[in-house]
């Protein structure tokens, strides 16, 4: 039997990270929606859910991609907008001396040509751990991990962030910061 916040989290994701018109809603230039118009949206549009069913997907998703504001009246996810104007108003933050980065096969030849490019997203993602980036890669094909000088990259001049659920985020990593895993 599939897990049911495994669906609605992914549609969170789709109305808070890429498309909040979908269902009717704004976010402000934070990423933050209302927690109560949010809800009503959702039922609007057919996927309804309560404000406990919310806080499940919230405190149960296993990549923590949604946060609450302080006071628990607004929601937003952490990271990964496609959206161009949110600021989610994260502080720079000195990487770890390696980084790591997922991908598939299929795009090695691009990236090694050209860099890490955010594609859609406002930012690069980076993983702390080597684990996580196959899993990451594994999404879209055969797996490939990168390994990423990312303070050399932030001695040269480059900023990092830390989003709240622990991906580090850069606007892009140039090749000569990229090495395959294998070739190291």
């Known amino acids: 039997m599939s897990d049911p916040t495994v669906g609605t989290s992914k549609f969170l994701s789709l109305v808070l990270r890429h498309n909040p018109a979908s ?7 934070a990423g933050w929606a209302d927690v109560g118009e949010l809800l009503e949206a959702l039922r609007k549009h057919g996927h309804p859910i309560d404000r406990a069913g919310l806080d499940v997907v919230v405190a149960t998703n296993n ?3 949604f946060e609450y504001s302080p006071d628990g009246l607004k929601i937003r996810a952490c990271q990964g907008h496609s959206i161009k ?12 001396e390696d980084l790591y980065h997922g991908t598939a096969d299929k795009f090695l030849s691009s990236i090694l040509a050209d860099g890490l490019l955010p594609q859609s997203r406002q930012y690069v993602h ?35 962030y830390l989003s709240h659920n622990n991906v580090w985020l850069t606007k892009s990593v140039p090749s000569k910061y990229l090495k395959r895993m294998d070739q190291i």
């Open 126 to 160: 980076l993983s702390f751990d080597t684990r996580t980036a196959i899993k990451v890669g594994q999404r879209h094909g055969k797996p490939v991990v990168l390994h990423v000088a990312a303070l050399q990259m932030h001695k040269d001049g480059h900023t990092f």
């Open 23 to 29: 269902v009717g809603l704004t976010l402000d230039g």
């Open 63 to 65: 990549k923590k991609r």
């Open 85 to 96: 104007d949110i600021d989610l108003q994260l502080e720079q933050k000195v990487p770890p």
